[in-house]
């Protein structure tokens, strides 16, 4: 089983495809319920407490958003435990919106500097696109079971 990434990090329909494959698929929903569900979280509706921010320190500078920084310290850990990653490009955005701009970019780089296998794909935008794109995320998850 391998932890695998997936981009955009909202995405359910990534998070179950990978969970099908019998991979764990890292997801922004995964650590959001982890902190909704930990005793002491105050505010829900943010889902982060004061000291996200300060945390996302590690992955992004002083000077950037501190939304951007509060972001990272949900990604940033799972990006360093990923084992693989899918990135999927100009997705629709009821595909799995991420919300920052500067996040997204910083997300995607720090994919790509890491030495793990990955597969980059551009959203279908019909429906035989759409049967290249399945196909191509099922090859790519069950050469990650072989390569284990």
Same mark, same amino acid.
């Given at each position: 089983?391998?932890?695998?990434?997936?981009?955009?990090? !909202?995405?359910?329909?990534?998070?179950?495809?990978?969970?099908?494959?019998?991979?764990?698929?890292?997801?922004?929903?995964? *650590?959001?319920?982890?902190?909704? =569900?930990?005793?002491?979280?105050?505010?829900?509706? %943010? =889902?982060?407490?004061?000291?996200?921010?300060?945390?996302? %320190?590690?992955?992004?500078?002083?000077?950037?958003?501190?939304?951007?920084?509060?972001?990272?310290?949900?990604?940033?850990?799972?990006?360093?435990?990923?084992?693989?990653?899918?990135?999927?490009?100009?997705?629709?955005? *009821?595909?799995?919106?991420?919300?920052?701009?500067? !996040?997204?970019?910083?997300?995607?780089?720090?994919?790509? =500097?890491?030495?793990?296998?990955? %597969?980059?794909?551009?959203?279908?935008?019909?429906?035989?696109?759409?049967?290249?794109?399945?196909?191509?995320?099922?090859?790519? %998850? !069950?050469?990650?079971?072989?390569?284990?």
């Amino acid at each position: 089983m391998v932890k695998v990434f997936i981009y955009p990090a !909202t995405s359910l329909i990534l998070s179950d495809m990978v969970a099908r494959f019998g991979h764990t698929p890292l997801s922004s929903a995964i *650590a959001i319920r982890e902190r909704i =569900q930990t005793a002491g979280l105050e505010s829900p509706p %943010l =889902q982060i407490t004061p000291e996200e921010p300060k945390k996302g %320190l590690k992955w992004a500078a002083v000077e950037v958003p501190a939304g951007v920084r509060g972001r990272m310290s949900l990604y940033g850990p799972m990006i360093e435990a990923a084992e693989a990653a899918i990135i999927i490009n100009d997705a629709d955005l *009821a595909f799995g919106c991420m919300g920052c701009a500067r !996040t997204n970019e910083l997300i995607k780089f720090l994919v790509h =500097q890491k030495d793990i296998p990955k %597969l980059e794909l551009n959203y279908p935008k019909n429906e035989d696109e759409g049967v290249k794109f399945v196909a191509a995320i099922k090859r790519f %998850l !069950t050469g990650l079971g072989a390569a284990k």
